[in-house]
């Protein structure tokens, strides 16, 4: 069996507040995007995690697929495999691409051994992975809430448009993103969004860690500056960074050529 799993963009991220819990209440659109690795499944008398493409660091129990994995043979008692991952999604990016090889492991294990679960069921089993990680249940537009992983169906399309996404390769943690937001009530509409005036999205929507990240990475600064110079209609980091995307019309020419991770996809 193989799956393809997507990526995802933040349009959008707000920071409301910490939590007690030590989360921060968020609220920020997921919307995915044709930007996918490669999972295949086959049988194996032992569990088998391998990986082609990017190198992945630690241990493989720490890996979110063998977490996925190991909720499913807890519960369920399922038989051992072996999991082929082509890693194609830049890591710590920004994109949810550990999120979505998680989950999607989830969903090629339920349909490989026939366990016909719920979606609801796969949410729950996803949600211990991730706050990222139900999102890809779905994998339609959804607005996130809470932190990160109450989601509310969203209808939005950018069918006919361009995303031109770049991981200018810099690592950020969560630390250092969070270091200096100040988290605020927001009174964004997202119902707005829906009118499609780009205007409106470089002025109002916003990503709260641009805030925290530019100042210490101007560089990442300088390739959303680069987008809107370029004829981009809207461009920002996406999550926690450091991967920044545009939205165009037309299909842009390739414009970061010191960067080894650019996409530029259909939607």
Known sequence: MIIFAN??????????KKRNDGYHEISSLKFPIPLCDVIEILPS????????????????HDNLIYKAYSILKEKHNIAPVRIVLQ???????GIGGGSADATFTLIGLNDYFKLNLLKETLKEYADQLGSDCPFFVENKPQLAS???DELLEFDLSLKGKFLYLIHPNIH?????AYAKVDPLPSSFEWISLKQKDFMFWKENLLNDFEK????NHPEIDKVKLELYKNGAQYASMSG????????????????????????????
């Open 7 to 16: 990526a995802k963009i933040n349009l959008g991220l707000f920071i409301h």
């Open 45 to 60: 008398d032992h569990f088998v995690l391998k990986v082609l493409g990017a190198k992945i660091e630690g241990r493989m």
């Open 87 to 93: 890693k194609n999604i830049p890591m710590g990016a």
């Open 146 to 148: 809470g932190k990160g």
């Open 172 to 176: 950020i943690s969560t630390a250092e």
């Open 212 to 215: 925290s990240i530019f100042p």
């Open 240 to 267: 926690s960074g450091s991967s920044v995307f545009g939205i165009f019309d037309e299909r842009p020419k390739e414009l970061f050529p010191e960067f080894k991770s650019q996409f530029i996809l259909a939607l």
